[in-house]
């Protein structure tokens, strides 16, 4: 008798691999270090954790601080970048007032003295 699709049996789904936060590692960690010395491989077995996983994340704050470091790093200079191209617009924008308020002047002068001309009829 050959088996059909239907009858194979469907193969079990694969496990799916833990993750864990920052806070939760750190929680873990200080778990682990809290316990008397014949309990801690007690606490590793009750959270299904090796102990490499906790010498690893001993480590960890070292590199998570580097990298926050990196990343706030990288942010200021963003943001020094885009300061600096707000001032180079706003210094645009003030010369583009003082040129406006010149041309504004110049053209109250001449309409003032178009204005004498015509009151005195020389046109």
């Known amino acids: 008798m050959t088996m059909t699709q239907a009858d194979r049996p469907t ?4 496990p799916q691999r833990r993750s864990f936060t ?3 590692k750190a929680e873990f960690v ?3 270090e809290a316990c008397p010395e014949g309990r801690k491989g007690a606490y590793l077995r009750e959270h299904g954790l090796y102990s490499s996983h906790i010498t690893k994340w001993r480590a960890q704050p070292g590199k998570d601080a580097a990298r ?6 990288d942010e200021i200079a963003a943001l020094k970048d885009r300061v600096a191209a707000l001032e180079d617009d706003l210094a645009a924008s ?3 007032v003082v040129t406006l308020g010149k ?3 110049l053209l109250e002068q001449i309409s003032k003295s178009s204005d004498s001309v015509m009151k005195s ?3």
Do not use: L, N
Request: charged letters at 35%.
């Open 30 to 32: 200080r778990g682990y």
């Open 103 to 105: 041309a504004f002047e």
């Open 68 to 73: 926050a470091h990196r990343k706030r790093a």
């Open 22 to 24: 920052a806070e939760q």
């Open 94 to 96: 003030q010369r583009t």
């Open 11 to 14: 193969p079990p789904a694969r």
């Open 121 to 123: 009829g020389r046109c």
